[in-house]
């Protein structure tokens, strides 16, 4: 399952953003980092895997496309989009 939206956060936010919504203090879900890189990070979650993708938007100067991967429906999914939308708005 795939969920893609266009956030106003460079990609290097919304990696952070997402970072801090599965490890931060306030977390919102419980998970550990599989792998990482400079464009995603790959989370495992009790339920599975969920993988966040950012990168700069090929179509839309200054915007920044996300792409959150599960191999099965996960509840938290929506509530992390939410999360990212959120803060895009505030930019």
Do not use: Y
Request: charged share 20%.
């Amino acid at each position: 399952m795939t969920t893609e939206i266009e956030s106003s956060l460079p990609p290097t936010a919304v990696l952070e953003l997402t970072r801090s919504f599965f490890l931060g203090q306030d977390s919102v879900a419980n998970a550990w980092i599989e792998t990482e890189s400079e464009s995603h990070i790959a989370f495992c979650t009790f339920r599975g895997h969920l993988s966040v993708a950012a990168f700069p938007d090929p179509e839309l100067q200054g915007k920044t496309k996300v792409r959150v991967t599960t191999l099965r429906e996960e509840g938290i999914v929506p509530r992390l989009v939410a999360q990212i939308a959120l803060h895009s708005s505030t930019v």
